[in-house]
């Protein structure tokens, strides 16, 4: 595992990022030169645009060196921050003389209404997903080990990501992707042997790499009384069931936890003794279009806000929600299984 380390900026403060450029090979390019356009989003889908398309930059300039990123009067909500990237790298090998690319991720900056600028250091496994790092997102992981020859194994199976940010590969004697396994497993996953794939919340063919975005995304994200954006954005499968233990296994307030995810199914709690309670769950699946199923039992009794809690999530199947005495919006999802409906019927305070 590595350190990364997340930056929040306080919401409405000025600031810059140092911006570099990798090629799909991990090469480094001159960032002052290469056309790009980052598109930076919140939440609710306002924009701020980064960009250079070799004439005019947008938000950015050249110091020496250094490509400089300018966070000034943008209007983005508070998050973390995903961002689109888009790039148009010289290539002669293509017939258009460039080599158009870009990905999809979240960000290191998260906006936030209280405290300044400071880090936070997370515990992850880094994947080969960045071909663009900015400064406030470098990670690096462990070279995969050789085999006994010197060589990368020709048999042997990935092993975890080297320092040039693309996995390690395993020779007879080198890590493999499987020392992650027992990992994975304390968290609640299982290994399936037969079919090749891990099975966690009710999914049963995550793979390998699916399996470290979700450790990566979730593992230390969902700690303590504050469940507000802690998976805002994510874009693995399903999480880990937070290690947080009492009455409240889920926080106080939980606003937009798991807002416009890719998860297909979401656990908040395996113990119904202690189901997950929260005072706040405004927005908190919204836009979740790929989500199926909720695992635990909310109790509701203590919940004042709950708008737009399941605005979007057109996929949902089941959700057990105990203890209702307010109305909640339940439209946008008209999948709802009978017995789900009736649950929530026959356990509500108001009925």
Not at 321 to 335: A, F, Q, V
């Amino acid at each position: 595992m590595a350190i990364v380390t997340r930056r929040t900026i306080r919401l409405g403060d000025d600031f810059k990022i140092i911006i570099s450029i990798k090629d799909r090979n991990g090469v480094a390019l001159d960032a002052t030169r290469e056309k790009f356009k980052y598109i930076y989003k919140d939440v609710y889908n306002n924009t701020y645009e980064i960009s250079y398309d070799g004439t005019t930059r947008i938000n950015n300039y050249v110091d020496g060196g250094n490509l400089v990123g300018v966070f000034e009067n943008y209007t983005l909500s508070c998050c973390v921050l995903k961002r689109e990237a888009y790039y148009a790298v010289a290539d002669t090998s293509f017939a258009d003389g460039k080599w158009d690319y870009g990905d999809t991720q979240l960000s290191a900056i998260e906006l936030t209404r209280d405290g300044g600028t400071h880090e936070v250091e997370e515990n992850i496994v880094v994947v080969d997903k960045v071909c663009v790092n900015e400064s406030l997102a470098v990670s690096k992981g462990d070279t995969g080990a050789p085999g006994k020859d010197g060589r990368p194994g020709d048999t042997g199976t990935p092993g975890p990501p080297g320092r040039d940010g693309r996995p390690g590969r395993d020779g007879k004697d080198g890590i493999s992707v499987n020392t992650l396994r027992p990992l994975f497993v304390s968290r609640g996953a299982v290994w399936n042997e037969t079919t090749g794939f891990y099975e966690l919340n009710g999914l049963t063919d995550i793979t390998e790499e699916q399996m470290i975005q979700i450790y990566n995304q979730t593992s230390a994200t969902l700690i303590g009384m504050d469940w507000n954006e802690k998976c805002l954005n994510a874009s693995c499968r399903t999480n880990f069931e937070s290690n947080s233990v009492g009455r409240y296994v889920g926080g106080l307030v939980s606003m937009g936890t798991f807002a416009v995810t890719d998860m297909e199914s979401i656990i908040i709690s395996s113990q119904d003794i202690s189901p997950f309670t929260s005072t706040n769950i405004t927005h908190m699946f919204r836009n979740s279009i790929k989500l199926r199923n909720v695992i635990g039992i909310m109790l509701a009794n203590e919940q004042r806000y709950n708008g737009g809690a399941f605005i979007g999530c057109k996929s949902l199947e089941d959700i057990t929600i105990k203890s209702l005495t307010r109305s909640i919006y339940l439209g946008d999802s008209p999948l709802l299984t009978r017995d789900c409906i009736l649950y929530l019927i026959n356990n509500a305070e108001n009925t």
